[in-house]
Every structure is written in structure tokens, then in C-alpha cells.
Nanobody, 119 residues
Framework: QVQLVESGGGLVQPGGSLRLSCAAS????????MGWYRQVPGKERELVAV?????NYGDSVKGRFTISRDIAKNTVYLQMNSLKPEDTAVYYC???????????????WGQGTQVTVSS
């Protein structure tokens, strides 16, 4: 019913930049918020950034990452600058949304995209 498709991950050197994109499609009625989370093996998934009525960032990315959203395209972007090796993770797109058949909003997740920061 709903798909979140991420793109833009890859390998980048420390200090470099990457831009992630995530497009939501399917039987979407409305989107409350969209965001990005990341996870490394052996650790819990953590918030990177979320945008809805307000914008929030994880402490480790404040000042370096910027989240933005194209409401008409149901797409969220994550501009990542000044990347560090510790930013290496699988980045997951998330959307809190209503479908055309759901009364309550629920979370949907993308398949994840690998970001590797290494020289």
C-alpha cells in the first residue's frame, strides 16, 4: 500500500557531503511527519532528524545535517555536511502518515541506505 524509497547513500571521505532522498508513494491520505533514523550493528536505531509541525535533530548531527521536505512530492531530503566516520550507518527513512483506508496514523519505514564515511 505504501512504499518509502530511499536514494543517495554511498561512500564519502571525512569532511565530505551527501544528500539522501526518500519518496513516499501509494495510498497516502496525509503525512504528519517524515524523518531519518540510522543504525549500526549492535546498537539501537537512533533519530537523525524529523520534520513535521517542527524540525528536530539528534544531538550528534546538529549544525551539520539539514532536513527538508517537498510536501507536493511526498519527499524528504537529508543534506549531510562535514561527515565523520562515526556517521557511518544504515540510514532509514520514516513517515508517520494516514492511508486512504486508515483512521489512525502509523509509521512506515524504508528499506535503508548505507552511508559509509571513510578515507
Amino acid at each position: 500500500q505504501v512504499q518509502l524509497v530511499e536514494s543517495g547513500g554511498g561512500l564519502v571521505q571525512p569532511g565530505g557531503s551527501l544528500r539522501l532522498s526518500c519518496a513516499a508513494s501509494g495510498s497516502i491520505s496525509s503525512i504528519n511527519a517524515m524523518g531519518w533514523y540510522r543504525q549500526v550493528p549492535g546498537k539501537e536505531r537512533e533519530l537523525v532528524a524529523v520534520i513535521g509541525g517542527s524540525t528536530n535533530y539528534g544531538d550528534s548531527v546538529k549544525g551539520r545535517f539539514t532536513i527538508s521536505r517537498d510536501i507536493a512530492k511526498n519527499t524528504v531530503y537529508l543534506q549531510m555536511n562535514s561527515l565523520k566516520p562515526e556517521d557511518t550507518a544504515v540510514y532509514y527513512c520514516n513517515a508517520l502518515l494516514h492511508t486512504t483506508t486508515s483512521y489512525y496514523a502509523r509509521d512506515y519505514w524504508g528499506q535503508g541506505t548505507q552511508v559509509t564515511v571513510s578515507s
